[in-house]
């Protein structure tokens, strides 16, 4: 066969195998995600994960890994919003959070985000942490992304601290604490999975409630906020 013709075949079908990879990951996410969430990480096996997602274990071993990396990437994925990893300082709302001037606007970019991430996070968080109560991995992993999420609250205290909105009487450390136990998934499930509150209500209080603690003059930056109407929630 002619040389340029094999180089051709090559071309054209690399595309469609990343693709079929592609595909193929996707499958296995959303089969680990459902059956976690369903079922608990203990009570699920790979052989389930791979007969719901159409692929043999093999195949989830070859393109994922073993059940502790299945549940990180879970992790990893619902933090992104996309089928990969990204590193925090690459996602789009982190961006946004820093070109933004004022802290207040910074604040809501932040509470926005986060109620998206919280409703794709919710249930791995939950397996993730009966997982990590008796296996060793994901033991390693919780504390990992809780480090790193304390980490990234403090990087998020000093962009707020630049725009001289701040507290002189909060220090970074006391603010990215605040932010960090206000932002974890537990205070989600308190008010929005026991308490029935919407997600735009839960928005909109955390917002409001980080500008009233966190800031100078926190009445001048609620006022200069523009906020869609508030939809109605559950018991409260």
């Known amino acids: 066969m002619n040389e340029n013709v094999k180089a051709d075949k090559r071309r054209y079908h690399a595309p469609r195998r990343a693709a079929q990879a592609a595909d193929t990951r996707h499958a296995i996410l959303a089969a680990a995600r459902a059956l976690f969430a369903q079922r608990g990480y203990a009570a699920t096996t ?4 791979a007969s719901r997602a ?3 274990v093999d ?7 073993r059940k502790p990396v299945l549940l990180r990437e879970l992790v990893e994925t619902a933090l992104s919003g996309t ?13 946004a959070i820093r070109e933004a001037n004022r802290a207040e606007d910074k604040i809501t970019i932040y509470a926005d985000a986060l109620v998206a991430i919280q409703q ?5 968080f939950l397996a993730l942490r009966e997982a990590a109560t008796t296996d060793e991995s994901c033991a390693r992993v919780w504390t990992e992304i809780s480090e790193r999420r304390a980490v990234n609250m403090r990087q998020f205290a000093a962009d707020l601290r630049g725009t001289g909105q701040l507290r002189d009487d909060l220090s970074d450390d006391e603010v990215a604490d605040i932010i960090w136990s206000m932002n974890a998934t537990e205070y989600w499930v308190l008010l929005v999975g026991e308490r029935h509150w919407t997600a735009e209500r839960f928005r909109d209080w955390l917002a409001d409630a980080w500008i009233r603690l966190l800031l100078r003059d926190p009445q001048i930056a609620r006022g200069s ?4 109407p508030t939809a109605g929630s559950g018991d409260s």
């Open 46 to 49: 790979v052989a389930e994960i």
């Open 54 to 56: 159409g692929v043999s």
């Open 59 to 65: 195949t989830v071993y070859a393109s994922i890994g």
């Open 83 to 95: 089928d990969h990893a990204i590193p925090a300082q690459h996602r789009e709302y982190v961006l």
């Open 120 to 124: 794709r996070l919710t249930p791995i």
């Open 225 to 228: 906020l523009q906020r869609p």
